[in-house]
């Protein structure tokens, strides 16, 4: 991780982890997106564990393209996360900007039934 634009990405991904808390009964919500997969996990950062993770890698063939695996892994999250009674979550980007695949990401987790 030595390019200058993942240098930028982790400075801005240290400003909105001071801002971005999650706790047992409203989780962090974090995104991580690799070249070729998606992944998610609810995260309780009172008690420092993650409740849950989804990836694109976990759930297999997913037709369509990057953008529509990360709408449907954000749908089988939240599908989840209602089905083990977690509604509110706080979103976190991970640095990376609300836009393609993170924000089909969160479109997806809200279809799910999740709120932030």
Do not use: C, W
Request: hydrophobic share 35%; aromatic share 8%.
């Amino acid at each position: 991780m030595s390019t200058v634009k993942n240098k930028k990405r982790l400075k801005v991904k240290r400003r909105i982890r001071k801002n971005v808390f999650g706790t047992a009964s409203k989780p962090r919500l974090s995104v991580f997106r690799s070249n070729k997969q998606i992944y998610g996990q609810l995260i309780d950062d009172e008690n420092q564990r993650t409740i849950m993770a989804f990836s694109s890698a976990k759930a297999g063939e997913i037709a369509g393209n990057k953008v529509a695996q990360a709408y449907e892994v954000g749908k089988q999250l939240g599908a989840q996360a209602v089905s083990n009674g977690v509604e509110e979550v706080v979103f976190d980007r991970n640095g990376y900007i609300y836009h393609g695949r993170v924000k089909s990401f969160g479109d997806g987790a809200r279809e799910g039934g999740l709120k932030f």
